[in-house]
C-alpha cells in the first residue's frame, strides 16, 4: 500500500472542514491562527496549499493526485475555502487580494506590509518557499487568476526588493505559475 494515499483521501475532506490534519488541526483553526502561529509552525503549509510533489521537509505532508485535482477544479466549495488559505497567508505577508473596478483579480499591499515585510523579505527566508508552493497549488487547482495576481504583486516586490529575495527565488515563483499555468 502506498503510505501516501490515506494522506491524500485527508485532503478533501480536511479542506471541507469535516477532518483534522495528521495533528488533529481543523483547517478552521489554522485560518484564525496569529501571525506568529503562521511564522513558527512548519508542518501546516502543506495542507493548506497541498501540491502533486512529495515535501522535501515534512515527509507528512499530502501529496495530491488527480482525484484530488479534479475535486478542487470542480468544487466551488474547495475553491473557496483554498481562496480563504490564501487569504490568510496574503494578510500574513501584509498583502491582500480583491477585484479591481473592472472585475480583475488583483494582490496589493495592504497599510500594514511595511511591519509585515520585516517578517519575511529577507535572505533565504523559508517563507520564499512557502510563496512557491502557494503558486504552485493555485494553478493546479484552477485557481491562474489568483496565482497571476499574486506572482504580479511578488514581481514588484522583487523590484523594490531584489538585494533581499534574489533573482534565484524570483526564478522559482516564475516557473511555478508558468509550469503549473500551462498543464
Not at 515585510?117 to 529577507?122: D, I, L, N, S, T
Not at 494553478?139 to 497571476?148: D, I, K, M, V
Request: charged share 25%.
Amino acid at each position: 500500500m502506498n503510505p501516501e494515499k490515506p494522506l491524500t483521501a485527508m485532503l478533501v475532506p480536511f479542506y471541507l472542514g469535516e477532518h483534522t490534519d495528521l495533528e488533529g488541526r481543523k483547517i478552521q483553526e489554522m485560518w484564525a491562527w496569529d501571525f506568529e502561529a503562521l511564522e513558527c509552525a512548519h508542518d501546516y503549509i502543506q495542507w493548506l496549499f497541498p501540491i502533486a510533489e512529495k515535501s522535501t521537509f515534512n515527509p507528512h505532508a499530502p501529496v495530491v493526485d488527480e482525484a484530488v485535482i479534479e475535486a478542487f477544479q470542480s468544487n466551488p466549495r474547495l475553491q473557496q475555502n483554498l481562496r480563504r488559505s490564501l487569504s490568510v497567508m496574503l494578510r500574513f505577508y501584509g498583502l491582500q487580494c480583491d477585484l479591481n473596478e473592472t472585475g480583475k483579480v488583483v494582490v496589493d499591499k495592504r497599510d500594514d506590509y511595511p511591519i509585515q515585510k520585516r517578517e519575511w523579505v529577507c535572505l533565504l527566508d523559508h517563507n520564499y518557499l512557502r510563496i512557491t508552493r502557494i503558486l504552485k497549488c493555485l494553478t493546479l487547482f484552477g485557481l491562474n487568476h489568483e496565482a497571476q495576481a499574486f506572482y504580479d504583486c511578488l514581481r514588484q516586490i522583487y523590484r523594490e526588493d531584489r538585494d533581499q529575495i534574489g533573482r534565484e527565488t524570483f526564478q522559482y515563483w516564475t516557473d511555478a505559475v508558468k509550469a503549473c499555468s500551462a498543464v
